[in-house]
Structure formats: structure tokens, C-alpha cells
């Protein structure tokens, strides 16, 4: 007898004693789970040998008993229960309460393959894992009949159960942002079709010649097949079969390395070479002295700045102080480096630790326990609050229209959207802090004093307009714990106070913190070195807010700011430990508009030696032009022995692609370029990104390691020559030609998190 709408909509309601199922009750053909027994025995622990076959698989982890059934008979629902119950014991013990008051009452019917899709899904709900893993829109896969086209005697599944559609399945309506509705019947095929094994690559539930039969009956071993699927599209199942000693041997290897990496560059000592005079500055410095001894120091950058350096000189900051939201005017051939002992000198964008209670105050009480404070006084535009160095408060945006902030309906991590008409931009209502912030730890920042009347805003960037950077506001900022100033040590404003930017030639930038709001940006002088430098939280700001897009900038509201980036030449950038960037890590970019919109290559660039960390994206190589220019490329530009680790993976990062190497834009151009011996440690998206493959235009790369996630690819080509999704060796062999790179495929989760 078929399923009625009450039990498909509602899975079994609780008519029957909790103790029926767990003692096993049911049909000749139900599986008996006997408490956790099933769960607590695995095979590995009696020393059988893992069976090949999927089928037999289910009986090796103890989720059924094959001599108590027939395969190709009738599965019941009753069996179905049991058998995922086993499963979920096995995944997580503790999801079991909650999967048993959800299945308290069963029956001895069959069911029909739409209803065990239903149950998949219901049971990955409990585990936590109902998501897609095959990185597709299910929605578009032929053949799924998704749209309830599947007949039971002639009435589709709609007419039959009456499904209403506000009965939304929210765990898969997040998959994509555009599937606002989606009921449990339609979410639930697309979770059969979508969701892979991990093992074998296939999804829970197949076709035959494009049909998903959602409409048959669904035999034992159907049944059977999917739950081991299930089970083993999860990161630990998986590695418990699939990850090598070998692969397991190599990740830990490599991070072991990173970590060797990251040591040496924090505690890297000056030893640059100078030829001119040495400059000194301290924080118990005074500007009086003449700063050319460490007793004697400087106090400010400021007096730096003032100072007529000449090529030779060398500026050295003590290690342990703390400079704030002043730009260094570097001079030509000027070193800037750090003296003493202790942590590097923090040149920072910051312009103050918001730690202290009397800096805050309560700006609005919830009756659920909901705290917004406002800061002391106003702020210019930031990009995040970094609460003690760990962890970032979320910005939350809202779209300026000229005189007010309106919501703003797109991502606030990515804040692109050109899907967005000016229409549906400036016909939203007006930004009320109180019903925005709607999580703990997020922030609206009111930062308009300055802002003009009129689209497009350019704040930062290359048409940014320095004026509109002091524009600033009330800052708000949720914590429901109790008053921020007390409860965090530090709380940093991540500014666009740009710090070293545009360096003049022949500088180099040694042993410095940069962070806390901007980075170093590279244009226009040439023979530039930055070295053994940590630069951290960088960017977040608003960088435009705009109903059209433009080189740079896109429809909606921007967000940018890279760590170190260059477009000029004989640039190095070299043994840096770059984390925390909400954009890219490193980036080589060139586009017209940059050095007054002449047709300049850039040549001779070096990035070697580096350590990238949570990045959102990590090393960028990025022309603009739409036609390969012949006087606008890149040349000889080398990316080597760089280590770049978990890209896209942290909270507050850039939700856009997350490479690890991206050679993206147009058609780049190049000549002399390589990726060389570097390590691409786990991405939120493929590791490698080419937005135009153009054969002639790829740049060399050789002996990489390519360390990805099994559901995740290794190389990702939009469009060109090549394009699709790449995962193996031997892609990396015929995509990259890399013929020398190694790649390790992961399948436990927790790699990424490291004590950092």
C-alpha cells in the first residue's frame, strides 16, 4: 500500500513505543539493530577484509544481515529505518536520539524509491551532512524528473500527495541561492542524484537509460547500496577506506614543512645591507631626538616621513611596537626594516585597540538576549573587527544610494552580484541596525559622513577617491555576551589607510607586521623587495558601491584589498607569511587603467618563498584585457617554492572562487612565466582556476604538489581551449602539463585545522 501525504510529509509520526523499533520489531524481511551493537563493531576491529562489492559492504559494517533477506526483494520502510539507524550509529552516536524520535512509528509496507529518497534524505539531515557533493545544479542533470514527471498509475507525485510547496526543505535550499522553495519531495531527488560516494563516485540512487524509476519499488539491495553510499559520501568513512598510509604520510610531511616555514619567518632576524644612514624608531622614542641611534629614536612615522631620505638609507622600527593608520612615504632605495628583540613591529591600519569598557555602550537590548553596542565615537569604513588576533567579527552591508543606506539583498561575504537590476538595488528599504544584525558577532559600520548624492562611489581602488576614505559613522557592533570592550584583550578595525602603498623604486620592506586593514600595492616603482614580512587581516572594506560594473569594480558593492599585489617590474616578493586576507593572498595584476593608462608589460617578477594561510583566494596571476596585447603582458615572472594552505576556508573570507593558483581574466599573455615547486594544500574550490585556457598563453608548470580533498577538483577551466573540471594525475599531466607534479588526494576532514 503506497505511502500516504501525512506520512511522506511528516516521516512517521509518533504513534508507536520508541522500545518497538529498538528491539527490532517488524516484518519477516526487518533488519533487528539491537541498541548500538551494530555501530560499536565495526569490521575493521574483527580484522575482516573491506569486500569490493557495495552490497556486501553493507553487511561488513553491520547495517544489515544479507542471509535474513533476498536482494531484489521489496525493501519495507520498517527495514529502511533499521538500516539507517545502524548507519547513523556508526557515523554518530549521538545523532541516534534524534533519528529515533523521528522514526518512532513504522510500517511493514514497501516503499517506493521517491519515499527512500526521502528517508536519505531525513537520515543526512540527522548526521548534519545533507549537501550536494558532485558541485553541479541537480536541477539541470537530464533525465531526474525532478519536477514530479514520475507517475503512480497515471497521477503525478504532486496530485498524489498534494505536496504543498511552503513545506521547504531549508538544509538544501541553501545550496543555492536562487532555490528560495524547495519541498521535500523535489529536495530529496536531487539529493539522490547529487550526493556522491566518496569510494566508488556515484550517486545514492541511479538511473536506467535516464529514468530515476522514482515511481518502482525499491528492492533490499537499492536500499542497501544507497545507505552504504550515504555513509560513505562523509569525509571519515571514506578516509577510513580510501586515504593511503602514503597520502596521509605526504599531507602531514607538507604541513610539517609550512609549519618549519612559518617559525623561521616570524622569528627571522634583520640582516639587511645598507649603505647610507640608519634611521631608529621607537615607540618610547621621541621625534625631538635626531634618530639615528636606538637611544636616540624617532617616535612616529610621522618624523619619518618628514625626514629627506636618500637612496641607502635604512629605517628600522623596533621589534615589539606598534605604529597606527599612517602611511609610510617610502623613498627611493630606502630600506624599512625592524631592530631588537621580540615580535616584528606592527605597522598597522588600525587606528586603535577598541578594548576597554568605557568605549562602549549598550545601543539596543533584545527581548532574546540580542546586545548591539556602539563604539565611542565615529569610525571610518571597515572591512572586520579582529577580536584578539583570532577571530573576525562579520561586516554587514548596506547599499548607499546616495542618501541613505538601503539592505542590501546580496552576500555580505562576496557582495557581488550582477544578477541584481538598479531597480531591485534601490528599491529596498531603508538599513535598521537592530533587524540586520541578526548574529552574534557582526557589525554595521554608518560610515557616510562623506559620501556624495550620486552613483557610482569609488572608495579604494584604482578610480578610489582618497577624500571619501575619511568618510565615517557610528559603528555598531552585536555581542550578546556583554559589553566587547570588556570581554576582548584587543578588537582591531580593519581600515583602508593604506600603508605601504605604491612603494617607491628600489625599496625594500623587511621583518615588518602589515596588516589590520591594508596590505603593500605595488604600481609604479620598479626593483621593489618585500621580505620575511607577516602581513595579516587585510581587507573587507567597501570598495564602491555602483549600479553598473566596471574594470575593477562590480554592480552592487565591492569588497577588496590584497595582501601584497604588483603590476610593475622587477618586483620580489619573497619569504612572507600572508594570512588572514579576505581577498587574494599574492597578486600579479595588470589592466589598463593602471600608470595612467599606458600599455606597459610587467617583467622580471619573483614570488618565491612564501607562506599563504587563509587566504580567500591565494596566488593571483591576472590580466584584464579582453585581446592579448603584445606591449601589455606578463614576462618572466616566477612563481616558486611557495606553500598556499586551505584557501577560502576560513568564516569571514571572500565567498567568491577560492584557488590556490589563479590565472584568471582574459587571455594572459605571457612569456618566460612558471609555476614551479610549489605546494597547493586544500582549496574550498579547485586548486588550480584558468578563466581563458589559451595553450600558447599557459605558463610552465613543473613539480608542483597538488594535495586536494577527494570531492573537490584539482584544475577548473572556464572556457579556451580546455575546459571543465579535472581531478587526477594524469590531469594534472595533460591540463597543466605538469608531468612532474605529484597529487594527494584527502579524504578525512579536519586537515585544515591547524594550531595556527
Same mark, same amino acid.
Given at each position: ?293 636606538? /637611544? ?34 617610502? !623613498? ?11 615580535? !616584528? ?13 568605557? !568605549? ?228 600579479? /595584476? ?12 610587467? /617583467? ?30 606578463? !614576462? ?121
Amino acid at each position: 500500500m503506497k505511502m500516504k501525504l501525512e506520512r511522506i510529509l511528516s516521516f512517521m509520526l509518533c504513534a508507536a513505543m520508541l522500545l518497538g523499533l529498538l528491539s527490532g520489531c517488524g516484518g519477516e524481511n526487518a533488519t533487528t539493530v539491537q541498541g548500538e551493537s551494530a555501530a560499536q563493531l565495526s569490521p575493521q576491529e574483527l580484522g575482516e577484509p573491506r569486500p569490493n562489492d557495495e552490497y556486501e559492504r553493507a553487511g561488513w559494517y553491520g547495517f544489515i544481515n544479507p542471509n535474513d533477506v533476498t536482494a531484489d526483494s521489496q525493501i519495507t520502510e520498517r527495514d529502511m529505518v533499521n538500516m539507517l539507524s545502524a548507519m547513523i550509529g556508526a557515523y554518530d552516536k549521538s545523532s541516534l536520539e534524534k533519528w529515533y524520535a523521528l522514526t518512532q512509528t513504522t510500517s511493514t509496507d514497501g516503499i517506493y524509491r521517491d519515499y527512500g529518497a526521502m528517508m536519505l534524505l531525513y537520515a543526512a539531515e540527522t548526521m548534519n551532512c545533507a549537501s550536494f557533493t558532485n558541485g553541479v545544479d541537480p536541477l539541470g542533470v537530464s533525465g531526474n524528473n525532478l519536477f514530479g514527471q514520475d507517475t503512480h498509475g497515471g497521477y503525478t507525485l504532486f496530485e498524489e500527495y498534494s505536496v504543498n510547496w511552503e513545506d521547504v526543505c531549508a538544509s538544501i535550499a541553501v545550496e543555492e541561492n536562487s532555490w528560495t522553495e524547495i519541498n521535500y519531495l523535489n529536495a530529496s531527488q536531487a539529493f539522490a542524484v547529487s550526493r556522491l560516494s566518496l569510494v566508488t563516485n556515484r550517486p545514492l540512487l541511479e538511473s536506467e537509460n535516464g529514468n530515476m524509476r522514482f515511481a518502482e519499488h525499491m528492492t533490499y539491495e537499492e536500499a542497501a547500496v544507497a545507505v552504504v553510499r550515504l555513509y560513505e559520501s562523509c569525509a571519515d568513512p571514506a578516509a577510513a577506506l580510501l586515504e593511503t598510509d602514503e597520502a596521509r604520510a605526504t599531507a602531514t610531511a607538507l604541513l610539517e614543512q609550512a609549519e618549519q616555514r612559518r617559525q623561521t619567518i616570524l622569528n627571522s632576524e634583520t640582516a639587511v645591507e645598507y649603505d647610507g644612514t640608519a634611521y631608529y624608531v621607537s615607540n618610547s622614542g621621541n621625534d625631538s631626538n635626531d634618530g639615528k641611534t636606538p /637611544e636616540t629614536a624617532w617616535a612616529t612615522i610621522s618624523r619619518v616621513n618628514q625626514e629627506n631620505l636618500s637612496v641607502g638609507d635604512a629605517v628600522f622600527f623596533e621589534c615589539g611596537g606598534t605604529w597606527r593608520a599612517t602611511p609610510v612615504n617610502t !623613498k627611493a632605495g630606502v630600506t624599512y626594516s625592524a631592530y631588537g628583540e621580540g615580535a !616584528k613591529p606592527r605597522i598597522i591600519s588600525s587606528p586603535e585597540n577598541g578594548s576597554g569598557e568605557e !568605549k562602549w555602550s549598550l545601543y539596543y537590548d533584545g527581548a532574546n538576549g540580542e546586545k548591539i553596542w556602539v563604539f565611542y565615537k565615529d569610525m571610518p569604513e571597515c572591512g572586520a573587527l579582529v577580536l584578539d588576533g583570532t577571530t573576525a567579527a562579520q561586516k554587514i552591508l548596506g547599499f548607499w544610494n546616495g542618501t541613505q543606506y538601503l539592505n542590501f539583498d546580496g552576500d555580505d561575504n562576496n557582495g557581488v552580484n550582477d544578477n541584481f537590476t538598479a531597480e531591485e538595488l534601490l528599491n529596498q528599504p531603508p538599513f535598521v541596525v537592530e533587524e540586520q544584525l541578526t548574529e552574534d558577532l557582526t557589525f554595521f559600520n554608518q560610515a557616510d559622513s562623506s559620501l556624495p548624492d550620486s552613483l557610482p562611489v569609488y572608495l579604494t581602488g584604482w578610480a578610489g577617491n582618497e577624500e571619501l576614505m575619511n568618510s565615517s559613522g557610528p559603528l555598531y557592533f552585536r555581542c550578546d555576551v556583554g559589553n566587547p570592550g570588556a570581554l576582548y584583550r584587543e578588537i582591531e578595525f580593519l581600515t583602508s589607510t593604506g600603508l605601504f602603498d605604491n612603494p617607491a623604486s628600489g625599496c625594500t620592506l623587511d621583518n615588518l607586521f602589515i596588516g589590520y586593514g591594508n596590505g603593500v600595492n605595488i604600481n609604479e616603482g620598479v626593483d621593489v623587495t618585500v621580505q620575511n614580512c607577516e602581513v595579516a587581516w587585510v581587507g573587507g572594506v567597501v570598495s564602491s558601491y555602483a549600479l553598473d560594473s566596471d574594470t575593477g569594480y562590480a554592480k552592487g558593492i565591492q569588497r577588496l584589498a590584497d595582501a601584497v599585489g604588483t603590476c610593475s617590474s622587477e618586483t620580489r616578493i619573497i619569504n612572507n607569511y600572508i594570512h588572514e586576507m579576505y581577498h587574494a593572498g599574492l597578486g600579479v /595584476e595588470i589592466f589598463l587603467e593602471q600608470k595612467g593608462g599606458s600599455a606597459q608589460s610587467s /617583467e622580471n617578477i619573483q614570488i618565491s618563498g612564501n607562506l599563504l594561510y587563509h587566504c580567500a583566494s591565494g596566488i593571483t596571476f591576472f590580466n584584464w584585457d579582453e585581446t592579448p596585447n603584445p606591449d601589455h603582458m606578463f !614576462k618572466n615572472c616566477i612563481f616558486e617554492d611557495n606553500y598556499v594552505l586551505f584557501t577560502g576556508l576560513n568564516d569571514w573570507l571572500d565567498s567568491g572562487d577560492a584557488p590556490a593558483f589563479a590565472d584568471v581574466g582574459g587571455p594572459n599573455l605571457q612569456e618566460g612565466c612558471a609555476v614551479h615547486d610549489n605546494v597547493f594544500f586544500v582549496s574550498r574550490t579547485p586548486l588550480v582556476q584558468i578563466d581563458t585556457y589559451v595553450t600558447e598563453y599557459l605558463p610552465d608548470f613543473e613539480g608542483n604538489q597538488y594535495v586536494q580533498y577527494a570531492t573537490t577538483p584539482i584544475v577548473w577551466s572556464v572556457s579556451g581551449d580546455c575546459t571543465g573540471t579535472f581531478f587526477g594525475q594524469t590531469d594534472v599531466s595533460e591540463v597543466l602539463s605538469d608531468t612532474t607534479g605529484v597529487v594527494t588526494t584527502l579524504y578525512a576532514s579536519g586537515w585544515n585545522k591547524l594550531d595556527w
